[in-house]
């Protein structure tokens, strides 16, 4: 606002000295003032000899010759006059003066180059007082009810101005300005709200504007809905940039959690290092001494990457120190992620997506923004880079991954996983790639892999410990097929397959005589071995056609697709086996090969000379439009997605040759809304329980053929108002037309309980800069439930089955009203007969402010989070929030 009313005054004064020079210029509805430019021919050198002393009284009389840069338009719907007795120059109705990127629109607008001032104003209609003066210069614009400027002293007094700095609205009553950099303003109102009658607004008597740097006022007021409220403020300061500031961050206070006592949240202060790169540090203190400390950055660059970075601290306090209830907890969590704009470099690519810490963090956490985190029980991370060698081909991967069980405090990692591939080549090809023949259709491939293992916990993690354990070691793979046409519709394809693995570390076994016990060593050092196997398939498809005459139902077609492959693997571990004495008899042997530990096991036992079978099947059925006379083509419905079997028969085995039978069969029903998926495996040998009690099979069919051992049933099913229409017909989700499973938010969204932006993170991006409208849903309420349901069942044989997971989770939201929303997320374990982890979250849109309420109602999470603030990041700091934490066990 401030610059564009510099730009404003000089160019009313340049306008003004033109129309003095141009009197004699005729009024027209559209007049253009061509600028004047000094001859440079007409410039002549001085001489400084010749330089006299000037009469000063002279001066005065001398007018200085004023320059313009480019054309002076002005436009005026009803007219344009000029007076040249009282010497102004009138333009009435959507008036318009334009000079190079400067735009000054008003209602009227009268220049007096007698007085040396221009003054704007707008004009009154049948709808009130309209087309006030609104001056446009760039991409910043302010508007005002009318407006003086005396161009010889260069200074203005402007009413009713409105404008706007990035999110910030300025209502001054009456403004002067002084000189370029100084500008007085009474009677003034700061805002972000965007309505006419704003929701709340700063008011002040007086303050001081520097243009384009900040805003200084005195003692201030916060009015909500014209309603002074009693909360004052001495002097406030607001920066007027574009650009973001670095700036301290307001705690929040909490005093919910008897255990910590009273403290602070979320203090700290935030560092705008450059337009890539951005600090923030915060942190938390509680009088009973717990604390924690919170860094994180954000970080961009166009076109080539973008990430954030986090690390959170804190050290937990339970009980007074000398008691017997004290602890105390030092708890961390390290949050990367790193995205590579596939612009930069289109052959390689990095990124990464790091969670790793302290497998208690957010069950302890004292400040925990992701509430859902503590439903989880594992920690991933993962930090690759690829590249694709143009012209070959060869492609790799260097990976390091991080898995981590926050139950079992059991980590395992990678550092790093390399990986290289050949894609597949065809030698023997013919001319042009032409594959015609089977020699010409065999195919070679080859993949490398290597892995530095680390096996460790939470005790361990981050120190020389972990490294103790760790094995490293290298594997090649590398093989060949063809495909053969037989029959005319039967498929055979041979392959040979060899494999060779590298270990960098290898276990020695003896015998302690003194203990009585067998004393594993793990050595370095380099040990291979190698295998080999090779096999055919034969396949093929058949389909089979149900026709119908009647009704829309017009064919069902079964595809089926049986295959049955011979596989052979010799015994390559035999070679390898090793003995040592494992008890004081000394004919007590134990088998063992130093490839035992290895991270890619031991060499295959026994010869394998195998018969597998495989049945697959898919039920599709072709639907007829509803409206026979329609031009639209039949709907292909498929009823049954796959409906799978498949087993194995070893010949060589002296028993047990049956392995067990796996199924698996998956549909969607209800337009794609329903998803159901059942898998589970099927044993025909019978069981004995051992010594120990555990089961056994025995070279034994059942009476029944197959017995179940194994099963498991899922089911998801999401629903929302938007699917129905006024006929109150499900409407069929396009996006799900593939088959694919969209499995619904049953966890619900991430919510920061302390989000000083009140935004929800599950909003959607394309509806954030639409306005709500305050319109009534009448009988029409949107609302959206996803439920799913999981059970798996196990039966050893002995004790019968056992249900073990049965649980049916839900969650949704409801719309109340435009501006109102409810969402909810819970369980119930019909098992353990309990509800799971339950949330509610209230949200209400006051247009220029946010509230939100979460709850967890019970459990050992419960807790709330109120917030209600203004939404702008400007003044981010007018909030109220209350936080009553979940009571944390540390042991």
Known sequence: MQTNLSYLLLFCAIFLIRITQAQDIKPTKNTVINAVKKDSIISKKIDSLALKEIDTIAVDSIKPKESIEDLITHVAKDYTTQNAKEQTVTLYNEAQIVYT??????????????????????????TGYVQKPVFKQGNQESEQDSMIYNFKSKRAIIYGLKSKQGEMYTYGEKTKRVNDSTIYVRNIKFTTSEKENPDYYIATNKAKLVPGKKIIVGSSNLVLADVPTPIFLPFAYFPLTEKSVSGFLIPAFDTGSSDRGIGIQNGGYYFSINDYFDLTVLGDAYSNGSWGARISSNYKKRYKFSGSFSLNFENNISGIRGFDDYSKANNFNIRWSHSQDSKSSPNSRFGASVNLGSSKFFRESLNQLNLSQTQTNTFNSSINYSKTFVGTPFNMSLTATHQQNTNTEKITMTLPSLTVNMNRIYPFAGKGGVQKTPIQKMGFNYTLQGQYLINTDDDNFFTSKMFETARSGMQHKTGTNTNIKAFKYFTVSPSVNYE???????????YDITENVVVTDTLRGFKSYREYNAGVSLSTNIYGTFNFKKGRLKAIRHTFRPSISYSYRPDFKDKYLKQVQQSADATDLLDYTVFDQGIYGTPSSGVSNSIGISLNNVLEAKMAPKDPDSDEEDEKVTLLNNLNFSSSYNMTADSLRWSPVSFSTGTRLFKDKLSLNLSGSMDPYKVVASSTGSAIRINEFNANILRLTNASLTASYAISSSDFDKDGKVKKDNTSGNGAQNTPDIIGADINPTDSFGQRNNNNSDKKDKKNLTKLFTADIPWSINLAYSTNYTNNGLDGGEIGV?????????????KWKMGYSSGYDVKGGAFTFSRFNFTRDLDSWQF?????????????TFFIGVKSSMLSDLKWDKTKPADKTLF
């Not at 049965?806 to 435009?818: A, D, K, Q």
């Open 806 to 818: 049965h649980s049916i989770m839900f969650s949704g939201n409801v719309e109340l009203s435009p």
């Open 500 to 510: 060779e693995t590298w270990q960098f570390d290898y276990i020695q076994k003896e």
């Open 101 to 126: 990127d400067i735009d000054l629109k008003a209602g009227k607008i009268i220049i007096d180059y007698k007085k040396n001032t221009l003054f704007a104003k707008g004009i009154m209609d049948s």
């Open 852 to 864: 939100n309420f979460n709850w967890v109602p019970f459990g050992t999470n419960s807790s709330y």
